[in-house]
Structures are given as structure tokens and as C-alpha cells.
């Protein structure tokens, strides 16, 4: 599930028992962009022109949107 990180807030992270999703802060979250274009791995790259970036929890693997 590719969220925004306002989104990612609501979600519940099973590996901090039951804690909220830390979104960029957690060392799992990949942004949204860097799936999209190998050339821009590793995956912590964010680019500094988009408007709302968003991003998905890594452990689950890369979303099929992004395949």
C-alpha cells in the first residue's frame, strides 16, 4: 500500500507492538519514486520536487503498482 506519510501515521506497525508507523524515520520505509527508477536506489532516495511524496513499508516487498 503506497501511502503519504500523513497516511502512514494511522497505520499500526506490528513490529513495535502496536505502535504507529514511523513513515521516514523507520529503516523498512521506501519512497514511492526511488521503486520507479533503479537509476535512483537505494531506496531512502526522496526527490526534492514532488509536491506530496509518498512511500510504503518495506518489509512487505515492493508493492505491485511499483513492478
Known amino acids: ?4 506519510e500523513e497516511e502512514a501515521q494511522s497505520i ?3 513490529l ?7 513513515h521516514k524515520r523507520c529503516m523498512a520505509w ?10 535512483k536506489l537505494p ?3 526522496l526527490s526534492s520536487d514532488l509536491d506530496d511524496p509518498r ?9 505491485v503498482a511499483l513492478r
Open 1 to 4: 500500500m503506497i501511502v503519504t
Open 12 to 14: 499500526v506497525c506490528p
Open 16 to 22: 513495535r507492538d502496536f505502535g504507529q508507523c514511523l
Open 30 to 39: 521506501r519512497w514511492e519514486d526511488a521503486g520507479r527508477d533503479a537509476s
Open 43 to 45: 531506496d531512502s532516495y
Open 55 to 63: 512511500g510504503y513499508c518495506g518489509l512487505a516487498g515492493t508493492p
